[in-house]
């Protein structure tokens, strides 16, 4: 066995290209390590949005957990946040269930006992099923088309399979395109926009609120911000869609097919011009010219106080927060900056910083925290000045943490403004 954490400098990832991508950084290739950073998607109950909770982001709906005991467990830790404990129940699967499926037989009846106990009408049951199922080959969409017409109410599937998680349709992508499954086709409104990207909502200081104003989209809607059932299918109503997280595509994609509402993308970055070019980019899709002058005025101006006051501080990046940890270490870099370590999992698609933070910091490492090698991980001499993310906290306990990953997301110059300051403030 391993005695030391695996890493690799960006200069060798580099040189080695996406094509060759060591075992060691590849989850498929070896054990899973549930680190901090893991458990945040491996448990549905951790910290954040599961597809547990994910699933319950439909105004009104209650959810159905069908599984072993010790799945059903770890959800009793989401009465712990307001809003969710009386909305979920169980249908509990004993090793005759998960040998034979016999238990396929009790969920609509299951469902109509749900439905009929609440005080008031569920707007849907969501039927969240776990790994037994994935093995089982369960048909759940024709299961959930045979509760609805038992019960009477819309019964809908959140997979959380974590045997899916490497594949094409990832849980946390799936339960993203079932929550707008009710929506039907209405009248669209050219004054009318959805965000899709997060179960929660994104800052409420975000300028990407004010420039879509500006452009005469008087209604932004978010599933997290809708209120009642009614303004969660006036979504329905949209022009188009912004994808602001790129596990939503898929969901964007049945938007237009199922409603004719067309997407288009934007990325959270922390690269300031990258940002600029995203709302110059948007503002040509929308034919428009999009004046973001004086938000892109105040970010520069915070970090160049930042860098000015505190130059060349070290960072290590982790991947626990509201960021991809190769592109804000790229940011971070590109200031003034140094980064000695980033904790991430690395893919095709976020080699392309790697190319540019090995030609800036040739010898930062590289680490993944879903190596079982992390557990030997010694911090040692020479520690940063400055951690972000959770697990960078976690692997350097005594440097000053910013966790950076509030529920309420960051976006755009807003989010690079708020991360400086939250930098600003543990110095």
Known sequence: MQQNAYYITAAELAAKGKENIPDELQSSKHLIYSSPATLAFHSPGAQGFGVKRAGLAIPGSVMLLVSPACCGRNTMMLDQIGGYGDRFFYLLQDDTDIVTGRHLNRISKAVKEVADSLDEKPTAVMICITCVDALLGTDMERVCRKASEYAGVPVLPCYMYALTREGRVPPMTSVRKTVYALLEKRERKKTAVNLLGEFAPYDDGCEIYEI?????????REISRCRDFEEYLSMSEANFNIILNPESRLAAEDFHKRLGIPSLEMTRVYQIDKIQKQYELLGTALGVKIDDSAYYEEAMRTVEEFSQAHP???FAVGEWMNGDPFELSLALLRYGHQVAEIYGTVTNLNFIYIKKIAALSPETRIYTNLSPTMMNYNCGEGAP?????????????????VPWN???????????RNLVHSICSII
């Open 212 to 220: 879509l104003n500006n452009l005469g989209l008087k209604t932004i």
């Open 312 to 314: 060349q501080t070290v």
């Open 385 to 401: 000045d400055i951690t972000i993310g959770q697990d960078a906290a976690y692997y350097h306990p005594d440097c000053p943490n």
């Open 406 to 416: 509030a529920e309420n997301k960051p976006f755009g110059y807003a989010g690079l």
